[in-house]
């Protein structure tokens, strides 16, 4: 059908992995997007002949893969987003930064967008509180970098990718705020658990991302993540 990966799939919700590189929805550079993926995906399996409907209802960086929801109606789309709004969802990342990271912590900045450069900043007395929790799982001595799972508390525009630059620990291919290595971005959403919009349930949605580069390095740890999942 195409080539989107599809972790879960009912009748409100289709959980996928968005492709790194891959924009959400369309942008200025009219690349193929996420969302239009996602509607070629239910117009061939379902035959539909018509529109197809889906809902966008949080985002990830374009240089950034790993688990998306999308809304299959507009009600699901509604509830979904209302649930973002309140942090009633827990993500976690993984990322592989410079540097060794010693146990875990928590990062806690003010950030603000730039409106003309969209980059976002340390802003102390405007900024918005941005909070992250990070936890070291392996460190690669002879690279000095370091694979990290990040728990999202807040989730501010390039939140993730600011704080960890501040605190001296670049993520591993950032062209915005790294140290501008030419290289795929190692970052990626990995989990996300919510309560479903419809029904009563839980849902829990897990992938690690692909083997391939700096990734590589923590195959094992990787593994033992997978493992217990």
Same mark, same amino acid.
């Given at each position: 059908?195409?080539?989107?990966?599809?972790?879960?799939?009912?009748?409100?919700?289709?959980?996928?992995?968005?492709?790194?590189?891959?924009?959400?929805? +369309? @942008?200025?550079?009219? @690349?193929?997007?996420?969302?239009?993926?996602? *509607?070629?995906?239910?117009?061939?399996?379902?035959?539909?002949?018509?529109?197809?409907?889906?809902?966008?209802?949080?985002?990830? @960086?374009?240089?950034? %893969?790993?688990?998306?929801?999308?809304? *299959?109606?507009?009600?699901?789309?509604?509830?979904?987003?209302?649930?973002?709004?309140?942090? +009633?969802?827990?993500?976690?990342?993984?990322?592989?930064?410079? %540097?060794?990271?010693?146990?875990?912590?928590?990062?806690?900045?003010?950030?603000?967008?730039?409106?003309?450069?969209?980059?976002?900043?340390?802003?102390?007395? *405007?900024?918005?509180?941005?909070?992250?929790?990070?936890?070291?799982?392996?460190?690669?001595?002879? +690279?000095?970098?370091?694979?990290?799972?990040?728990?999202?508390?807040?989730?501010?525009?390039? !939140?993730?990718?600011? !704080?960890?630059?501040?605190?001296?620990?670049?993520?591993?291919?950032?062209?915005?705020? %790294?140290?501008?290595?030419?290289?795929?971005?190692?970052?990626?959403?990995?989990?996300?658990?919510?309560?479903?919009?419809?029904?009563?349930?839980?849902?829990?949605? +897990?992938?690690?991302?692909?083997?391939?580069?700096?990734?590589?390095?923590?195959?094992?740890?990787?593994?033992?993540?997978?493992?217990?999942?």
């Amino acid at each position: 059908m195409t080539d989107l990966k599809i972790i879960y799939e009912d009748n409100h919700l289709l959980i996928c992995v968005k492709p790194f590189n891959v924009p959400v929805q +369309e @942008d200025s550079s009219h @690349d193929l997007d996420l969302v239009r993926m996602a *509607k070629k995906y239910l117009k061939i399996k379902y035959q539909k002949p018509g529109n197809v409907y889906v809902g966008l209802v949080h985002r990830l @960086d374009r240089p950034v %893969g790993g688990v998306m929801v999308l809304a *299959k109606t507009s009600k699901a789309a509604a509830r979904l987003s209302q649930k973002v709004q309140d942090h +009633e969802w827990h993500k976690k990342y993984l990322a592989i930064v410079h %540097g060794k990271i010693n146990g875990s912590g928590k990062l806690v900045d003010k950030i603000s967008k730039d409106a003309q450069t969209f980059n976002a900043y340390i802003d102390p007395i *405007k900024g918005k509180e941005s909070i992250l929790e990070y936890q070291c799982l392996a460190y690669n001595a002879a +690279e000095d970098l370091s694979l990290v799972e990040i728990n999202l508390i807040t989730g501010r525009h390039h !939140q993730i990718r600011l !704080q960890l630059h501040e605190a001296g620990h670049p993520i591993y291919g950032d062209q915005r705020y %790294g140290l501008k290595e030419k290289a795929q971005i190692a970052l990626f959403a990995y989990h996300l658990a919510f309560h479903h919009p419809v029904k009563d349930t839980s849902v829990v949605a +897990e992938v690690l991302p692909p083997l391939t580069g700096k990734w590589l390095l923590f195959a094992e740890t990787l593994k033992k993540l997978e493992e217990k999942a």
